[in-house]
């Protein structure tokens, strides 16, 4: 069983950056497809990004392209999501999740969730 616990959300103003982080507070993540999704107020939980097990491939949201990056460390056992620019479209609950298979694009395709760390980008 994985245990996901996110971290790094906050209030930013427009352009600015945030790096979230996802660590397993049990488990092991380095054989896992890991995700992050988004959630705003009112819409369904969409995808951002994911990255392959060993970092080889990684794909993103065409919303979030050129301004979010999706990196791990496996020795940490940490997977991180860098987002750069930040639009107030941006706002949402920030989930990180952990799939068995490549690629995972969908809720469905992932097997373990976290609680999700709030992101707030005002104009």
């Known amino acids: 069983q994985v245990q996901l616990v996110e971290s790094g959300g906050g209030l930013v103003q427009a352009g600015g950056s945030l790096r979230l982080s996802c660590a397993a507070s049990k488990g092991n993540l380095t054989t896992y497809t890991m995700g992050w999704f988004r959630q705003a107020p009112g819409k369904e939980r969409e995808f951002v990004a994911a990255?392959?097990?060993?970092?080889?491939?990684?794909n993103y949201a065409d919303s979030v392209k050129g301004r979010f990056t999706i990196s791990r460390d496996n020795a940490k056992n940490t997977v991180f999501l860098q987002m750069n620019s930040l639009k107030p479209d941006d706002t949402a609950v920030y989930y990180c999740?952990?799939?068995?298979?490549?690629?995972?694009?969908?809720?469905?395709?992932?097997?373990?969730w976290g609680q999700g760390t709030p992101v707030t980008v005002s104009s």
């Open positions: 990255i392959f097990w060993d970092g080889g491939f990684t």
């Open positions: 999740a952990a799939a068995s298979r490549y690629p995972a694009v969908v809720p469905g395709h992932y097997n373990h």
